[in-house]
């Protein structure tokens, strides 16, 4: 058992048992109840060091209530027997799994097959608020992907890895920037940058952002499709960087088999896509900010209907019936798990289903 200490309040910290680990660190439940240590591998430069005091400093309110936490932020640094810093604590997000296990159908049915496509217009919309709160607080996520958000099974969404954060200092003018990004995820003007030498704003946010309410939204990535174009498909970063997506105008992109049309949402979400990666393209000022999603996602979730065959199907009724069972009886198979009628539900919770009810002379129940 290894033991530390924190820097500000000289804390002993014991880490325990290993439950995570990325390109640089490992993550370690600790002694202390509620927080996690982030030890890196390697000794820290004093570049990040710095970065990780600044944080500290300007940590900012955290979205939470009781133990939900949505934002978990370094609480204090780590510091071994060498007084070195080698981490820091940071809030443990509890009973949550990676978003993909929401928008993906196969993993959200084993893990979460209570979420509707309303929850998951909740969940998008909750995804949203948080990056509007941190980009009104100046920060810039720089490396926004699926793998960093964590969502629990009331939809409540977390964001974690946010030591890679693009930080300004307020004290000093100095900007310590995001080093990492992720390719699919990744506006098209970064696309083949070195990034560790390249500030960026909230604008290349804003394309992490629409790509992942889409995977919300729809499950697939929205630059995968049939493939019009001469020769072999492009990767999807050479799609993004010619912005190739499966309705975009003149895209070379087409929506595939079981791609789901546009049509199915609200309006303003689907000017939102458009305004993203059509008008956005070329212009990244264009693209959404996060309080333009949040405004129309609530718009969005107000237009939404609940089927009246299956109690797990919501759909927008702008569209005007519902595209899950259509989807349902054209390819055979339901992406959200049935849950029975509301009618049926209804005579279920009134306690109609009784044995009585059902009761003959000529059989035993």
């Known amino acids: 058992m290894v033991s530390i200490q924190t820097l500000n309040n000289q804390e002993r910290i014991e880490l325990h048992q290993e439950i995570g680990r990325g390109g640089e660190a490992k993550i370690y439940r600790t002694n202390k109840v509620g927080f ?70 196969r993993k959200r049915k084993e893990n979460f097959p209570k979420f509707t496509w309303y929850k998951l217009h909740q969940i998008a919309l909750i995804f949203a608020s948080i990056i509007q709160y941190l980009h009104a607080q100046k920060y810039v996520i720089g490396d926004l992907k699926p793998d960093n958000l964590l969502v629990n099974e009331q939809g409540f969404v977390s964001i974690i890895d946010t030591d890679s954060f693009q930080v300004f200092d307020s004290d000093t003018g100095k900007t310590y920037l995001c080093p990492v990004t992720s390719g699919e995820y990744t506006a098209p003007e970064d696309l083949g940058e070195v990034v560790q030498n390249v500030a960026r704003s909230e604008l290349q946010d804003r394309f992490a952002l629409t790509v992942i309410i889409w995977l919300l ?5 929205p630059f995968s499709g049939q493939w019009i174009g001469e020769g072999n498909p492009p990767n ?20 595939g088999k079981l791609s789901m049309p546009l049509e199915i949402l609200h309006f303003q979400l689907q000017q939102c896509f458009y305004q993203c990666f059509d008008d956005g393209h070329n212009n990244p000022n264009n693209r959404p900010s996060a309080e333009d999603w949040v ?23 702008s569209y005007g019936k519902c595209y899950w069972c259509e989807r349902k009886q054209k390819i055979g198979s339901d992406i959200f798990v049935p849950q029975g009628s509301p009618a049926i539900l209804w005579l279920i919770k009134v306690g109609w289903f ?10 035993k129940i």
């Not at 955290?62 to 510091?79: G, T, V």
């Not at 604590?89 to 993906?104: F, Q």
């Not at 999807?236 to 929506?255: A, D, T, V």
């Open 36 to 105: 996690l240590a982030k030890i890196y591998d390697n000794s820290i430069s004093r570049e990040k060091v710095n970065k990780l005091k600044v944080m500290l400093k300007s940590s900012p309110q955290n979205l939470s209530s009781d133990d939900r936490i949505a934002i978990a932020w370094p609480k204090d640094l780590l510091i071994d027997s060498d007084n070195q810093c080698c981490g820091f604590i940071m809030p443990e997000i509890k009973k949550s799994l990676p978003i993909i296990n929401a928008y993906n159908p």
């Open 217 to 221: 939204l729809f499950a697939y990535h």
């Open 354 to 363: 009784k044995r009585e009810n059902f009761k003959r002379k000529d059989v």
């Open 295 to 317: 405004k129309a996602l609530d718009e969005a979730i107000k237009n939404l209907g609940l089927c009246s065959t299956e109690a797990a199907h919501y759909y927008a009724k």
């Open 236 to 255: 999807i970063n050479k799609l993004i960087q010619e912005g190739n997506w499966i309705y975009g105008i003149n895209s070379q992109l087409r929506p």
